[in-house]
């Protein structure tokens, strides 16, 4: 018992120190605010100081009887000009200033990660990269029309490549009508539209396989028009997208920026509701219809697509819950061939209560199916499971660990991977 | 050492060793109760009554119009102050970290241009809410001032028994 005790005694004094290391810098950041708080307050203080200096002459108005502050359902009814001094209203009128809407208000926000992955796969090379680059712009061009772009730098072994992902240009009518132009995320379930480009933002390292950039399963990107807005539906709190566009180009991930590769528009839909009694709910429904058109195919060009998808998500994280399911259906207009390919995954996640909720971790199963009749796609057949703690270093960066264990083809082995990476928005 | 004195010795370092933990939870050491916080707009704003899920919706910027001409102005007081602390655990029910995050993710999605203007005293926030259309505040409601319109919140003015904002 002896030996056992300093033994204990370390032990706590090891977890209380790594409890404090923990919680360091949200203490900072608590001590910074503070500061700041501190610092406006003196500032205040001095300026009312200088205002009493000012105000020593005693005036009529001055003398006047401050009105009471009225009870709240009359607070209304009483006259706002209550009696101020010229300089306090021209202090009042600059800050009024500094905070009114001036157009256009560019805001540019970054979002960088740094990988690091290492598997058991035949020929695979370990090691780091450096992952994107991603700069999103958003500026108010009035109060009704705003400009959304965002670009990515993605490292190649030859150098960099510079994408344009979304370049949108919006006008609101109202909270039921919003209209807008460019190239977008499509609107198909909810993990395309939810966190873009921003791994930062995504509890996981990277995205479910069945939406990953420079995959073929869904059309992630969409050029076209959108039309968006809440349908008023009480409660039920629904939502639309409704958007028309150029579908799939050639190769069939890209969406045809620089025109239509057929006289074809493609037509999406998305419905979906968030339940005013169930905050954190979110479920929908989304239709994708396409004719795709290849440059040679023996067995015909064109294609119809149409994917229907269906998700429900629970965006608090206590506990997170992601789950999406799509079908891509391809019909072969000349042989009429057609094919069924199914996608789904569900990720669950828990922000945990200790160490200032810094830690969330997560697991997530997903499974990919094509046919071997499958004309249009490639195989990309894949079962996997991931398992993963994400660390939030800062309210603006986080470090993420996984396991990986994914099987492709039935005769492939399975392969054991571990991931990791730091992501962060500035 | 006797047994008893040992075992004395362990649950004493047991319950240290678990007080240090616990006092980091948050949800132990943050939990403050006090004057109910007024939901005040604009004068001019064309609404005096809705439900704790319509503001939610407004401040989490699902909806972004009181009518098609007027936009919804979101004002939110700067971190320590005790109406932010309300608001972000009885509206948005969302930590200080999850709320910057979610304003982040929001503009991102291309779903709002510009986060809620942030206020740094009252004064500065009732000159705002005289001087924008369609701004909408939080505000001790023992600091009420004349020329703001205080909503009902679910039926409820600050002070009546069931208001939920406190």
Redesign the interface.
């Known amino acids: 018992?002896?030996r056992r005790?300093p033994v204990?005694?370390g032990l706590?004094i090891f977890?209380?120190g790594a409890?404090r290391a923990?919680?360091a810098p949200d203490q900072t950041e608590q001590i910074r605010?503070?500061l700041?708080?501190v610092q406006?307050l003196e500032k205040?203080v001095g300026e009312l100081e200088t205002k009493t200096v000012a105000a020593a002459v005693p005036t009529a108005e001055a003398a006047a009887p401050v009105?009471a502050?009225?009870k709240?359902?009359m607070?209304?009814a009483?006259?706002?000009?209550?009696p101020m001094h010229q300089h306090e209203q021209t202090e009042?009128?600059a800050?009024?200033r500094q905070?009114?809407a001036r157009y256009p208000?560019l805001?540019i926000?970054g979002f960088g990660e740094v990988n690091f992955s290492t598997t058991d796969q035949r020929g695979a090379i370990s090691g780091f990269n450096l992952g994107q680059l991603d700069l999103?712009l958003?500026?108010?061009l009035s109060?009704k029309v705003?400009y959304?772009g965002e670009l990515t730098f993605n490292a190649q072994s030859a150098g960099y490549t510079l994408e344009v992902e979304?370049s949108?240009i919006?006008y609101?009518?109202?909270?039921f009508f919003k209209l807008s132009f460019g190239r977008y995320h499509t609107p198909i379930g909810y993990w395309n539209?939810?966190?873009?480009h921003?791994a930062w933002?995504q509890t996981t390292i990277s995205r479910p396989e069945m939406i990953k950039f420079g995959g073929t399963f869904i059309p992630v990107h969409f050029l076209g028009v959108l039309a968006e807005g809440?349908i008023p539906s009480g409660?039920a709190?629904l939502?639309y997208n409704a958007g028309v566009g150029n579908g799939r180009g050639f190769p069939i991930s890209r969406p045809g920026d620089a025109g239509d590769n057929n006289n074809n528009r493609a037509w999406v839909a998305n419905l979906y509701s968030?339940p005013?009694?169930l905050?954190?709910l979110q479920m929908g429904v989304s239709v994708y219809r396409d004719k795709i058109t290849l440059p040679v195919n023996p067995a015909g060009n064109d294609f119809r697509e149409w994917i229907s998808a269906a998700h429900i998500v629970w965006t608090?994280?206590t506990p997170e819950f992601l789950a999406e399911f799509a079908n891509v259906n391809h019909k072969n207009i000349l042989t009429n061939a057609i094919t069924n390919n199914q996608a789904y995954y569900v990720q669950m996640g828990y922000r945990l209560?200790?160490?200032?909720?810094t830690l969330k971790p997560y697991y997530r199963f997903e499974h990919t199916h094509t046919p071997l009749s499958e004309q249009l796609f490639t195989n990309q057949d894949l079962v996997q499971s991931i398992v993963g703690m994400r660390y939030?270093i800062t309210?603006?960066a986080s470090f993420k660990g996984e396991y990986r264990n994914f099987k492709r083809l039935p005769t492939d082995p399975r392969v054991n991977g571990a991931f990791f990476q730091t992501d962060f928005?500035f | 050492m006797n047994a008893t004195y040992k075992k004395r010795i362990v649950t004493l370092l047991w319950t240290i060793l678990w007080a240090t933990v616990a006092l980091q939870s948050p949800s132990l050491a943050q939990t403050s109760h006090g004057t109910d916080v007024a939901v005040v707009v604009n004068s001019d704003t064309p609404v005096a009554d809705l439900s704790l899920s319509e503001v939610r919706k407004v401040m989490l910027g699902e909806r972004q119009y009181w009518s098609s001409k007027l936009p919804v102005v979101l004002l939110i007081r700067a971190p320590a102050a005790r109406e932010r602390d309300v608001v972000l655990r009885v509206i948005y029910q969302m930590s200080e970290a999850q709320f910057k995050q979610y304003w982040v993710a929001k503009i991102f999605r291309a779903e709002a241009a510009s986060p809620p203007r942030i206020v740094y005293s009252n004064d500065m926030q009732y000159e705002l809410l005289t001087a924008l259309p369609g701004a909408i505040a939080f505000v001790d409601s023992r600091n009420i001032r004349p020329g703001v319109k205080v909503l009902r919140v679910d039926g409820h003015l600050p002070g009546e028994k069931d208001y939920p904002l406190r």
Do not use: C
């Open positions: 018992m002896r005790l204990l005694v706590m977890a209380s409890a923990q919680t605010i503070l700041e708080r406006q205040r009105p502050a009225p709240p359902e607070a209304e009483v006259p706002a000009s209550a009042s009128q800050t009024t905070l009114e208000s805001q926000r999103h958003a500026s108010a109060h705003t959304f979304r949108i919006r609101d009518y109202n909270d539209t939810a966190f873009h921003g933002l809440n409660g709190g939502s968030r005013a009694k905050y954190g608090k994280e209560p200790w160490f200032e909720k939030d309210n603006y928005t």
